[in-house]
């Protein structure tokens, strides 16, 4: 059975040789081995994955995580965007003097995104209500009170 190189399509008549060329394993004539690197693929020496329980280290992370992933969620049940946040944020930005256009490329941002959520057109997501509190000095978020 002949078998042809899957880099230039020739027939390969000697030996075929496997290479990695881009991160792709490709079986190629001898020619075309010189434009990758030797590739041997891996032996695998344990058909079974560890499952957390067995591996102290990744019960541990498990763990972790959820209780990260409880304390972020009772933060944001806790804390709502203020209903005035286009107010505060046109005031920030004029208080310190900027345009748009300045604020944006101090936060590296652009200015139409900006002017949307001051005229509360958009609301900013989680993380862009931070850096607009860094930025500006200001608090976006308020706390619920519970009844």
Same mark, same amino acid.
Do not use: W
């Given at each position: 059975? !002949?078998?042809?190189?899957?880099?230039?399509? +020739? %027939?390969?008549?000697?030996?075929?040789? *496997?290479? $990695?060329?881009?991160?792709? #394993?490709?079986?190629?004539?001898?020619?075309?081995?010189?434009?990758?690197?030797?590739?041997?693929?891996?032996?695998?020496?344990?058909?079974?994955?560890?499952?957390?329980?067995?591996?102290?280290?990744?019960?541990?992370?498990? !763990?972790?995580?959820?209780?990260?992933?409880? +304390? %972020?969620?009772?933060?944001?049940?806790? *804390?709502? $965007?203020?209903?005035?946040? #286009?107010?505060?944020?046109?005031?920030?930005?004029?208080?310190?003097?900027?345009?748009?256009?300045?604020?944006?490329?101090?936060?590296?941002?652009?200015?139409?995104?900006?002017?949307?959520?001051?005229?509360?057109?958009?609301?900013?997501?989680?993380?862009?209500?931070?850096?607009?509190?860094?930025?500006?000095?200001?608090?976006?978020?308020?706390?619920?009170?519970?009844?």
């Amino acid at each position: 059975m !002949s078998s042809f190189c899957e880099l230039c399509g +020739r %027939k390969v008549i000697d030996e075929k040789k *496997t290479v $990695l060329i881009d991160g792709i #394993a490709l079986n190629v004539c001898r020619g075309c081995s010189k434009r990758g690197k030797p590739y041997t693929p891996p032996m695998s020496t344990s058909k079974t994955k560890p499952t957390a329980s067995s591996n102290p280290v990744a019960r541990s992370t498990a !763990s972790n995580k959820s209780t990260s992933t409880t +304390r %972020k969620i009772e933060m944001m049940d806790n *804390t709502i $965007l203020n209903p005035e946040f #286009a107010k505060l944020i046109r005031e920030a930005r004029m208080k310190k003097g900027l345009t748009h256009e300045q604020l944006g490329a101090q936060m590296n941002e652009k200015a139409n995104l900006l002017k949307k959520f001051e005229t509360g057109a958009l609301k900013p997501d989680e993380l862009f209500a931070k850096k607009l509190q860094r930025f500006l000095g200001i608090h976006l978020y308020v706390g619920v009170l519970e009844d």
